[in-house]
């Protein structure tokens, strides 16, 4: 499985971004797939999890009701979009797929990464 993220940038808090991860795979509908974040200074974070048929989303409680996570797995894409962004979602994003075909909010069910896009939020 290889994943690219794309879609980071530079936005002002309150604004919106939507970030893209296209993901190679045998069989797409095998695997959960999820977002982390890294802030600067700080460990990688849970964001938002998807299970295999896009029915089933989880998200850190800092991200609910502003984050949606979705998954078209006619394209093999998984999205992020962001709204109401705030300084504190400033961090790099990382897309993962997972072992499992569930949502899931733990990293170690996650085994493959893509290369991270970063998000800067201005105040």
């Known amino acids: 499985v290889q994943l690219q993220a794309s879609g980071g940038g530079l936005v002002e808090a309150g604004g919106s971004l939507n970030l893209s991860c296209a993901v190679s795979?045998?069989?797409?509908?095998?695997?959960?797939l999820g977002w982390f974040r890294q802030a600067p200074g700080k460990g990688r974070e849970f964001v938002a999890g998807?299970?295999?048929?896009?029915?089933?989303?989880i998200y850190a409680d800092s991200v609910r009701g502003r984050f949606t996570i979705s998954r078209d797995n006619t394209k093999n894409t998984v999205n992020l979009q962001m709204n109401s962004l705030e300084p504190e979602d400033t961090a790099v994003y990382y897309c993962?797929?997972?072992?499992?075909?569930?949502?899931?909010?733990?990293?170690?069910?996650?085994?493959?990464w893509g290369q991270g896009t970063l998000v800067t939020v201005s105040s």
């Open positions: 993962a797929s997972s072992i499992m075909t569930i949502a899931q909010g733990t990293e170690e069910y996650y085994n493959e």
């Open positions: 795979a045998r069989t797409f509908t095998n695997y959960g």
């Open positions: 998807i299970n295999w048929s896009g029915s089933s989303t």
